[in-house]
Nanobody, 124 residues
Framework: VQLQASGGGLVHAGDSLRLSCAPS????????TAWFRQTPGKEREFVAA???????TYADSVKGRYTISRDNAKNTMYLQIDSLKPEDTAIYYC???????????????????WGQGTQVTVSS
C-alpha cells in the first residue's frame, strides 16, 4: 500500500495543526497504522498508533496534545496536534503494518509501509 501524508507547514507556537494520511488502493482500517516523527540527527520516533478496531496508543511525550484518529468513510488517518511547541518541529511520517499483523507496535521495524513525510515547523 502507498501512503500519502499531508498537512504539515510552518506554524506558530500555540497553534493547532491536523496531519492527514491516505492510502492508495487499500482500505486504511485493514491496517494497524501509526505516526512517527524525525528530527535531523535523531532516530525516527513513535508518536501514536491506531488499530483496526480504533484503539489508540500514544508516546508518553505527546499525551494530552496529540490525537490520532481515523475516518473510515474518508479512508484517512489524522494526527491532530494542539498547543504546538517548537520541539514539535519534525518530519512526520505515517506508516502501516502488514495487514495480517494486528498488534500495535512502537518499533519502526514493525511497519512495512511508509508515507513520504510531511514537515512541521513551529516557530516560537
Amino acid at each position: 500500500v502507498q501512503l500519502q501524508a499531508s498537512g504539515g507547514g510552518l506554524v506558530h507556537a500555540g497553534d493547532s495543526l491536523r496531519l492527514s494520511c491516505a492510502p492508495s488502493g487499500r482500505t486504511l482500517s485493514d491496517f494497524v497504522t501509526a505516526w512517527f516523527r524525525q528530527t535531523p540527527g535523531k532516530e525516527r520516533e513513535f508518536v501514536a498508533a491506531i488499530s483496526h478496531s480504533g484503539s489508540t496508543t500514544y508516546a508518553d511525550s505527546v499525551k494530552g496534545r496529540y490525537t490520532i484518529s481515523r475516518d473510515n468513510a474518508k479512508n484517512t488517518m489524522y494526527l491532530q496536534i494542539d498547543s504546538l511547541k517548537p520541539e514539535d518541529t519534525a518530519i512526520y511520517y505515517c506508516a502501516a503494518r502488514n495487514p495480517s499483523l494486528t498488534v500495535i507496535r512502537r518499533d519502526t521495524r514493525a511497519y512495512a509501509y511508509w508515507g513520504q513525510g510531511t514537515q512541521v515547523t513551529v516557530s516560537s
